[in-house]
């Protein structure tokens, strides 16, 4: 006999469309390996998109690396930014999961122009979550700036990102960044974790009606949301730090795995 997992809906009114409403369910633990095994699943199911967005990924780790090779501060802030364009790599991936999950084959040309669904709200998402990222650069630079002492200056240039992770400006700008890093990125990921999907599964879905709900399923959930931001962030650094390599299974895997996410956390409801 199935075990059936009990758990409480709530119902948000917010500016939707005549006819619909958001329903918001709560999740457990167990459900964080569920949407990974299904991610896996998904990408078996869908090689060459998964493929794509995967090696997409990892050539911009790559090559943000590589031009700023000469300044390790700059490269970690680059590196961490990844982080913020993710929803957006991630939105063709999204699309070939919702085929797959409506028995549909995955189109992967389609895939390309998901965006295109409802373009105007995804625009004003970027430009919210740019104006974000700006912000967190600006405070990013001044604590390298405040890290840029004596100790900084005789870094041996020749040891590269690990003469300056291990030099006395290094470990105070490390310690500046993650606090500054942890309190931002908690932010955006308590206002886009399903704000994307939610926006692709419905064109009329306004980019604000989108945050509110994220921020709410964020709320309701707050111990699995924890966890799952954990994982999502783990997961990602192993792909940044193996230079991008590890983001050709990672950045499909977590793609896929956060639409599954959205689908046990939110449901649009057709009212009659």
């Known amino acids: 006999m199935a075990h059936v997992i009990k758990t409480h809906s709530h119902r948000h009114h917010t500016d939707m469309p005549k006819g619909e409403t958001l329903i918001s369910h709560e999740v457990q633990f167990n459900q964080i390996g569920d949407w990974l095994k299904k991610g896996w699943q998904d990408m078996a199911h869908a090689p060459l998109g998964s493929l794509f967005y995967g090696l997409v990924s990892m050539f911009v780790i790559m ?87 004596e100790a900084l200056l005789i ?13 006395e400006a290094g470990l105070v700008f490390l310690a500046g960044f993650f606090l500054l890093g942890v309190a931002v990125l908690a932010l955006v990921f308590t206002i886009s974790v399903v704000t994307m999907p939610l926006m692709l599964r419905d064109k009329k879905v306004a980019f604000i009606s989108a945050m509110i709900m994220s921020y709410k399923v964020t709320m309701e959930n707050k111990s699995v949301m924890t966890v799952w931001a954990v994982t999502l962030g783990v997961l990602t650094t192993i792909g940044i730090v193996t230079m991008g390599i590890g983001l050709v299974v990672i950045t499909p895997l977590l793609a896929y795995a956060s639409w599954h996410a959205f689908k046990d956390l939110v449901e649009i409801r057709q009212e009659s």
């Open 155 to 167: 870094v041996d240039t020749s040891q590269g990102m690990l003469g300056f992770l291990t030099s």
């Open 63 to 149: 090559l943000t690396m590589a031009f700023f090779q000469g300044s390790p501060p700059l490269m970690l802030i680059a590196g961490a930014t990844f982080i913020f364009i993710m929803p957006f790599l991630a939105m063709g991936l999204y699309d070939l999961a919702y085929r797959l999950e409506q028995g549909m084959s995955p189109d992967f040309m389609r895939s390309l122009f998901a965006w295109r669904t409802n373009a105007s709200n995804i625009a004003l998402f970027a430009l919210t979550l740019g104006g974000i990222l700006s912000f967190w650069l600006m405070m990013a630079i001044v604590i390298a700036g405040g890290a840029r002492s």
